[in-house]
């Protein structure tokens, strides 16, 4: 699987050819933008997509066909229009539980098993709502990168350590 901003490709290894997958206007199950920041695959196997307008994609393949579930949601922050969906990275907690880097919007939680998501912006202590990276590590916090540095984020306190040239940087 490779993203563009051409759309979305995928490699077929045993015939050496490619598959490309666009948005099309008239098909809700198609790619929802041709702008793909991040492919990401999941704990269970799943291909997920963030594109820069059309939020979060789970690509569902049904034997030789794609078809595209898409998760929008209209992202908290200072984003205006299609831009408040912008996802740049994904990271896998546990199974169905992603954290999402946004442009603008913070960091998103966003729970596939309730569909639900929740946004962490500057307002709860992020220390940019630009969002370029998400890791976590094994004490359960989240590393983000950021417009204004790099921020640890205690995923059961829900709180932000930041950390500036000042701090080392």
């Not at 490779?2 to 490699?11: C, D, N, P, Q, T």
């Not at 949601?73 to 199974?95: K, Y």
């Not at 939680?109 to 992020?126: A, I, P, Q, V």
Request: with cysteine; charged share 25%; hydrophobic share 30%.
């Amino acid at each position: 699987w490779i993203a563009s901003k051409e759309g979305l490709s995928r490699l077929n290894r045993k015939t050496g050819e490619f598959n490309f997958y666009q948005n099309i206007p008239s098909d809700n199950t198609s790619l929802p933008s041709n702008l793909v920041r991040n492919v990401f695959c999941d704990s269970k196997g799943n291909i997920w997509v963030c594109t820069d307008a059309g939020g979060l994609t789970k690509v569902i393949r049904e034997g030789e066909k794609v078809v595209f579930r898409n998760y929008r949601h209209r992202l908290q922050g200072n984003m205006t229009g299609n831009d408040a969906t912008m996802i740049i990275s994904i990271w896998e907690e546990n199974h169905g539980t992603f954290w999402l880097g946004t442009y603008g919007a913070g960091l998103q939680k966003f729970d596939l098993n309730g569909e639900r998501f929740e946004s962490y912006t500057e307002e709860d202590g992020l220390p940019n709502n630009v969002v370029y990276g998400v890791l976590g590590d094994n004490s359960g916090n989240l590393w983000l990168s950021t417009n204004h540095g790099l921020s640890r984020f205690d995923i059961d306190k829900e709180e932000f350590q930041n950390y500036l040239a000042k701090d080392g940087l």
